[in-house]
């Protein structure tokens, strides 16, 4: 069975720093692109950012672009997502979603999701 | 980015009927389209690929079809368990991007 377990989430202040984490098991990690796409509770979803299975693509959203850092661990079977100098923006669930593909180029679609984990900038 | 609206943003309907939701791209994306549900309080499942393919396990009541600009998510004969907010997401070029959602409530 596939599973996909984030954490890291919190409250924190703007301009503060987090790194959510992934935890993924059921199947091969280090052949699939993986996502970050957030949520605002009761809203639409916002593709965030998506690394290929070795790392040699990457690719943020505009409204993240420079702060936000994605990165994976394949031999801990782990993404991550570095958040700095969020803002209040931010506010979100974020869930990590595997790709049904290894590399972050058209066509990319999400088969698997966690359950998210939530971010909440205020001051 | 390429801009995805849907509509109508919510629909009522009861067990049995027939629904049908539109999506459509600001430019055109072939058929790289995708349908998610999400069901309250849980994560989006793929429903969708490529616009009209059915994922494996997909009740096959559930159908998509268009290419370019404009396409289409129908439920033949809506199921209780169908009641949810279907998205769509264009992926043919990033940055990847969602329609706002079509809630399918109860009539």
């Known amino acids: 069975e596939v599973q996909l377990v984030e954490s890291g989430g919190g409250l924190l202040q703007p301009g503060r720093s987090l790194r959510l984490s992934c935890v993924v098991s059921g199947f091969k990690f280090d052949k699939f692109a993986m996502h970050w796409v957030r949520q605002v509770p009761g809203k639409g979803l916002e593709w965030v950012s998506g690394i290929s299975f070795n790392s040699g693509a990457i690719a943020y959203g505009d409204s993240v672009k420079g702060r936000f850092t994605i990165s994976r661990d394949n031999a801990k079977d782990t993404l991550y997502l570095q958040m700095n100098s969020v803002r209040t923006e931010d506010t979100a669930l974020y869930y990590c979603?595997?790709?049904?593909?290894?590399?972050?180029?058209?066509?990319?679609?999400?088969?698997?999701w966690g359950q998210g984990t939530l971010v909440t900038v205020s001051s | 980015d390429i801009q995805m609206t849907q509509s109508p943003s919510s629909v009522s309907a009861s067990v049995g009927d027939r629904v049908t939701i539109t999506c459509r791209a600001s430019?055109?994306?072939?058929?790289?389209l995708a349908w998610y549900q999400q069901k309250p309080g849980k994560a989006p499942t793929l429903l969708i690929v490529?616009?009209?393919s059915l994922q494996s396990g997909v009740p096959s009541r559930f159908s998509g079809s268009g290419s370019g600009t404009d396409f289409t998510l129908t439920i033949s004969s809506l199921q209780p368990e169908d009641f949810a907010t279907y998205f769509c997401q264009q992926a043919n070029s990033l940055p990847f991007t969602f329609g706002p959602g079509t809630k399918v409530d109860f009539k």
């Open positions: 490529a616009a009209s």
């Open positions: 430019q055109g994306i072939s058929n790289w």
């Open positions: 979603a595997k790709d049904t593909r290894g590399w972050v180029s058209s066509p990319n679609w999400f088969d698997s």
